[in-house]
């Protein structure tokens, strides 16, 4: 039974250590969500189109990862934003529309090196919506800028990750 104490020991550890990031991590998801429907109900659209639940899920739980980094972040969201607003004005608000806008959303952001998955959401709010091309500025760039800067203060000053990956 002793020889299997600091192997325990060592999980516990290891297990209080992600407990610890979990904790941190949902904390700033929770702040940066509260933050984000605040914005929703003052700019005026419902939360339901402004495109960064999954985007904050994603930089906080994993700021590592390649998607996270600001270029794909804010690149991300804005080429595919930029990609359903012209879907948009060519065709229209069809479903085949909103589909196809998504599909090229990829490729944009795959040609561009920003390919950021959650930002794959604006063209089909864009396109199924008939929305405006002030929301590439409200929500979308206004709010992109403002979750990278609450990205990098957070990972610098509270849960001690680098953020952006050098």
């Given amino acids: 039974m002793r020889s299997m104490r600091p192997l ?8 209080r250590r992600d407990l ?28 339901a189109v402004i495109p960064f639940a999954t985007s904050i899920v994603l930089i906080m739980g994993s ?12 690149g991300g969201h804005l080429v595919s934003a930029l990609t359903g ?3 948009l004005s060519l065709t229209g608000p069809h479903a085949w529309a909103a589909a196809a806008a998504v599909g090229l959303a990829i490729l944009a952001m795959v040609l561009t090196d920003s390919f950021h998955p959650p930002a794959g959401i ?28 609450f990205a990098y203060a957070w990972h610098r000053w509270v849960s001690r990750r680098p953020w952006p990956r050098r």
């Fill in 8 to 15: 325990a020991t060592a999980i516990m550890r290891g297990r």
């Fill in 20 to 47: 610890v990031a979990g904790a941190v991590a949902g904390l700033g998801g929770a702040i940066a969500i509260g933050t984000m429907e605040w914005f929703s109900i003052e700019a005026g659209y419902p939360l």
């Fill in 63 to 74: 700021p590592e990862a390649e998607p996270a980094q600001p270029r794909a972040l804010i």
């Fill in 85 to 87: 607003l012209a879907v």
């Fill in 122 to 149: 604006s063209p089909l709010l864009i396109v199924s919506g008939s929305l405006p091309w002030t929301f590439l500025l409200v929500p979308v760039l206004t709010g992109v800028l403002l979750l990278a800067g």
